[in-house]
């Protein structure tokens, strides 16, 4: 049982626009088909979450087999859960029928050893 330190955290959503900013100071990435999660690790178990903080660490057992076994105390991954077709595009008609090959994308936020990064001990 994973008696975590870690709590979810609500994610920043994005914003509708017209126009995307411009200036050498943005970064844009890729909108895949899938779905926003957030993996907890900590102590060589993970937790998988919801944007609004539901536990499906069940539907993904790919990602939670994955994440467990990263190289850290602990993590904070914010990323989009997906399935790829044979091209390697997401594909959510895949997602939707089964979570067993989903995998995060390869583009997610991570916070990893938080207590580094936030000056905590």
């Known amino acids: ?16 626009v017209d126009q995307p900013p411009e200036g050498k100071h943005w970064i844009h990435e890729i909108k895949h088909d899938g779905y926003r999660s957030q993996v907890l690790v900590e102590r060589g178990e993970a937790r998988v979450f919801t944007r609004n903080g539901y536990d ?3 539907r993904y057992p790919g990602i939670v087999r994955a994440d467990a076994n990263l190289r850290c105390q602990s993590a ?3 990323g989009e859960a997906i399935v ?13 029928g089964s979570g067993q090959g989903s995998r995060a994308s390869a583009s997610p936020r991570r916070a990893a050893d938080r ?4 000056g905590l001990p």
């Not at 049982?1 to 509708?16: C, D, G, N, V, Y």
């Open 56 to 58: 499906w660490s069940d």
């Open 84 to 96: 790829q077709d044979g091209n390697g595009a997401s594909d959510i008609l895949t997602r939707n």
């Open 1 to 16: 049982m994973l008696t975590t330190r870690l709590r979810f955290i609500e994610p920043q959503l994005a914003s509708p």
């Open 76 to 78: 904070i991954i914010d």
């Open 115 to 118: 207590h580094r990064l936030r």
